[in-house]
């Protein structure tokens, strides 16, 4: 079965700051890479996702992630970031073959502060 | 608009009573999921369905029971035998394919007093 490590629990910043959040995950074999968005008060969205190919990877409002495959690491950045960015930021992972059930980290509390 | 529907968004219920948990999807898709979130430990699985009539337990099913009968529902009864059932119920569904991603619903939070 795989897991997902997110390293970072609660991270604050101010506005323009820039952002890593870190993942890693476990599993033997080929993964599909995601990382979801939860706004206060919304419902979680996907942020960007990594299937194959270009192991760094555009998401929305400006968000990018790079896939290690030797590091079974998949970080999220920012450069930037903005008070609106204040959300939540989950890692998951879900195999290749089988199930592809998504597995998620325990999430990271971001707080941007104006 | 396509998505997933979870009804109702927040739900009170007396401890020792089983409550149901509405999930409904209009994209077509075969797989559908049941997470738990609970602060600081993310989304757990507590069941999952790749297809209609058939569900598999996931890593906390204790104290859960669900049913697909049709292929857009996917609902979640948390019975009395759930012994912390206060949470966020986020359901989700998917392709169920390779190379694809799930959507979520907008969540039930569920007090049990």
């Known amino acids: 079965a795989q897991s997902v490590s997110q390293h970072n629990h609660h991270v604050i910043l101010s506005e323009a700051a820039s952002l890593e959040l870190g993942c890693n995950y476990s599993?033997?074999?080929?993964?599909?890479l995601f990382w979801y968005v939860q706004y206060p008060g919304q419902h979680l969205q996907l942020l960007l996702k990594?299937?194959?190919?270009?192991?760094l990877v555009k998401g929305i409002k400006g968000f990018e992630a790079e896939f290690i495959k030797s590091k079974f690491s998949f970080n999220l950045r920012k450069p930037s970031v903005q008070w609106s960015d204040t959300a939540e930021y989950f890692c998951?992972?879900?195999?290749?073959?089988?199930?592809?059930?998504?597995?998620f980290g325990r999430g990271t509390s971001l707080i941007v502060h104006p | 608009d396509g998505g997933i529907t979870q009804s109702p968004k927040y739900l009170f219920r007396k401890e020792g009573q089983n409550v149901t948990l509405s999930c409904e999807q209009n994209?077509?898709?075969?797989?559908m999921y049941w997470y738990r979130q609970d602060p600081g430990q993310g989304l757990r699985l507590i069941y999952y369905?790749?297809?209609?009539?058939?569900?598999q337990k996931g890593d906390i099913a204790e104290g859960y029971s669900v049913s697909r009968e049709k292929k857009e529902s996917f609902p979640l009864t948390v019975t009395s035998a759930q012994k912390n059932p206060t949470a966020f119920y986020l359901c989700?569904?998917?392709?169920?394919?390779?190379?694809?991603?799930?959507?979520f619903g907008q969540g039930t939070r569920l007090t049990v007093v």
């Open positions: 994209l077509n898709h075969d797989a």
């Open positions: 990594y299937f194959s190919g270009d192991p």
């Open positions: 998951a992972v879900s195999p290749s073959g089988g199930s592809y059930i998504p597995t």
């Open positions: 369905s790749q297809i209609v009539n058939d569900f």
């Open positions: 599993y033997g074999g080929t993964v599909n």
């Open positions: 989700a569904s998917s392709p169920g394919q390779v190379n694809t991603e799930a959507f």
